[in-house]
């Protein structure tokens, strides 16, 4: 098992900047991956960007330039940077573990913080 407890959610005005964190119960480095989930209300939770133990990075192309994404091993703690903040990027950010144990993925989910962007 691994929990996962997110932190810097907030409102801000668009072109804001917030960090959010996400802090794991386990050494993040056992974690294949790692990344970021958000989810409006009435969409579907799509990813926003996410980091393999190796440090290869994914971003949507919607946050490619504004967002980044960053892991803190020592800490057990991966990051989103979240710049150039837009009312569209509102909503329930959620942090995210991957576990690859063949011949399964195991997924797991913080609680979720909420970000909101006003203009």
């Known amino acids: 098992q691994v929990q996962l407890v997110e932190s810097g959610g907030g409102l801000v005005q668009a072109g804001g900047s917030l960090r959010l964190s996400c802090v794991a119960s386990?050494?993040?480095?056992?974690?294949?991956?790692m990344g970021w989930h958000r989810q409006a209300p009435g969409k579907q939770r799509e990813l926003v960007a996410d980091?393999?133990?190796?440090?290869?990075?994914t971003y949507a192309d919607s946050v490619k330039g504004r967002f980044a994404i960053s892991r803190d091993n020592a800490k057990n703690t991966v990051y989103l940077q979240m710049n150039s903040l837009k009312p569209e990027d509102t909503g329930v950010y959620y942090c995210?573990?991957?576990?690859?144990?063949?011949?399964?993925?195991?997924?797991?989910w913080g609680q979720g913080t909420q970000v909101t962007v006003s203009s």
């Open positions: 995210n573990a991957q576990a690859w144990r063949t011949p399964s993925t195991y997924s797991y």
């Open positions: 386990v050494s993040i480095r056992s974690i294949n991956a």
């Open positions: 980091i393999t133990a190796g440090g290869s990075t």
